[in-house]
């Protein structure tokens, strides 16, 4: 059963106030119990009402808890009516252990908010594909609110979209190519993205809007699952390719002057889709929220762009 926390006093009069947010861990476990504590009651602070269905005594191998567990934490918080958000605790490894016995149906006829990012990436795409649902690329506990230097950034894009209808991302990044597309926003982790190929559990989305992120890949790995999705028919058919934030890597002498910008350049070469770079959101300190499933237009003058999304559910929508 989940027990509402109530870690601090709540301090802030926004407009998240009262706003159900459960906490779930279908993945990995939070390593700084202290850490994990204190995030709790920053998001009681910023006003939500916490359900916490995570118990970090519970840590099994790796894993946040056993697999049965993990879904159960799932299901759970989909089935509580005073829960409007449901955030990942953390990425790391797990989701896809979890994924055919996952109700995807029940979580989309709940109507909450699903919100992670990495590993979560598995549970988006099978919410799309098995029920058309959209979720949100977004922060996760650890170690978007664990962390001591909380991003403004973060948490500004994380509660405008959750709170509107519709929202705009604005990216100030030369370079790419000018354009003017629509269609459905989609996309996350390059690895999970990749991993997912052949299953019931990635979307086959015609003319959307792909965005990607990795960490610890080197560029020619990037590289090599970039072209695993255009050999499988995945990168042609899109009207952009936007690419987050790749960090983590580390190059050798034995590189020979291939980096991110050679493979940059190689991929703007070969592939038919357009591909824009900067758009702030990976495993980095600040990142925006994306809708994924959402109506989004990308217009780029090659001096910047701006994302906008719509039609996606939002608290009080």
């Not at 946040?64 to 799932?74: E, I, M, N, P, Y």
């Not at 995945?234 to 580390?250: E, M, N, T, V």
Request: glycine share 10%.
């Amino acid at each position: 059963m989940a027990h509402t926390i109530h870690e601090g006093p709540m301090t802030s009069t926004t407009s998240q106030q009262g706003t159900g947010i459960a906490i779930v861990a279908p993945g990995g476990y939070a390593p700084d119990q202290a850490a994990f504590h204190a995030a709790l009651a920053s998001l009681e602070a910023r006003g939500f009402s916490v359900h916490n269905y995570y118990d970090p005594a519970r840590k099994h191998q790796r894993f946040g808890d056993t697999d049965a567990a993990r879904l159960r934490q799932l299901h759970a918080a989909a089935r509580d009516p005073d829960v409007d958000i449901v955030l990942a605790l953390r990425g790391g490894y797990g989701m896809s252990r979890l994924l055919p016995a996952i109700d995807f149906d029940l979580l989309a006829a709940s109507g909450k908010l699903f919100v992670g990012h990495s590993d979560f990436t598995a549970l988006q795409m099978g919410l799309l594909a098995q029920a058309g649902a959209a979720s949100f690329a977004g922060p996760m506990i650890c170690d978007d609110f664990t962390r001591a230097d909380t991003s403004d950034f973060t948490m500004r894009h994380f509660m405008t979209c959750i709170s509107l209808p519709e929202h705009a991302v604005t990216v100030a990044q030369p370079g790419n190519p000018a354009l003017e597309e629509s269609g459905t926003l989609w996309g996350g982790n390059l690895t999970m993205l990749t991993h997912l190929l052949g299953t019931p559990y990635l979307p086959r989305i015609e003319g959307g809007i792909l965005f990607v992120e990795d960490v610890n890949e080197h560029p020619y790995r990037v590289e090599r699952m970039l072209l695993q999705l255009r050999h499988a028919g995945i990168l042609d058919s899109q009207k952009a390719l936007l690419l987050g934030d790749f960090s983590g890597y580390r190059l050798s002498e034995y590189d020979n002057g291939y980096d991110f910008a050679a493979m940059l350049e190689y991929l703007r070469a070969t592939l038919r889709v357009p591909v824009l770079t900067g758009l702030p959101f990976g495993h980095t300190r600040d990142k925006v929220t994306l809708a994924v499933g959402s109506r989004a237009s990308l217009v780029s003058d090659g001096r910047g762009y701006t994302l906008t999304m719509a039609g996606y559910p939002w608290v009080g929508g």
